[in-house]
């Protein structure tokens, strides 16, 4: 069975920084592009950032650009998103998606950014 | 504001065909694929349609999807109560190297 498993969110104030983790099974993940896609409560879909098979082409959202780092490690399968001067509006649930489109997607984790 | 645009609702009675519309611009549908994405109510999106009009295994095909120019449609026939859910269109911007979204439409099944 593919699976997409998240974890690292939490509660974390504003400037602060967190990193979350995605571990993928049942999935060809070494040839997989992997993406991570946040939702605001009660709001809709937005693309964070997505990152190629071998980790040379990465790209993101405007609105993280230089303060959110998406890697990968194949030899783990897993895949990550380093979030650093977290603001209230990154408050999210945060998805990871895996495949050329977001094929399969995990169920996420809770991003709150609050004092 | 997204970049792709989406009504916020449509509806329908069982049995009934519903179209979800998608609009965007020659950076985006009008040069790329487009994707679908249905999200039940607590749980995670899942793929519908990948690539304008191809079903993932699994989809029943009474989902169908279309593309023309810059527009996009998601068809639903023979709708059930299992159906409602929140729709979402996406394709890759050319424009903003970034994937979008369309703010989503939350499909009521009467």
């Known amino acids: 069975e593919v699976q997409l498993v998240e974890s690292g969110g939490g509660l974390v104030q504003p400037g602060g920084s967190l990193r979350l983790s995605c571990a993928a099974s049942?999935?060809?993940?070494?040839?997989?592009?992997m993406s991570w896609v946040r939702q605001a409560p009660g709001k809709g879909l937005e693309w964070v950032a997505n990152i190629n098979q071998d980790g040379s082409e990465k790209y993101y959202v405007d609105s993280v650009k230089g303060r959110f780092t998406i890697s990968r490690d194949n030899a783990k399968n897993s895949l990550y998103l380093q979030m650093n001067s977290l603001r209230d509006e990154d408050t999210a649930f945060y998805y990871c998606a895996g495949g050329d489109a977001f094929d399969i997607w995990g169920q996420g984790t809770m991003v709150t950014v609050s004092s | 504001q997204s970049v792709l645009t989406q009504p916020p609702s449509a509806s329908g009675t069982p049995g009934q065909t519903v179209t979800i519309s998608c609009s965007g611009s020659s950076s985006n549908i009008g040069n790329n694929y487009v994707y679908w994405y249905q999200q039940l109510p607590g749980t995670a999106p899942k793929l519908l349609i990948y690539?304008?009009?191809q079903r993932p295994s699994g989809v029943p095909d009474r989902f169908s999807g279309s593309k023309s120019g810059t527009s996009a449609s998601l068809a639903i026939s023979g709708l059930r109560s299992e159906d409602e859910a929140d729709y979402y269109c996406a394709g890759w911007d050319d424009s903003l190297s970034a994937w979008v979204f369309g703010g989503g439409t939350e499909l009521t099944v009467l």
């Open positions: 049942g999935l060809s993940f070494s040839t997989s592009w």
């Open positions: 690539r304008n009009n």
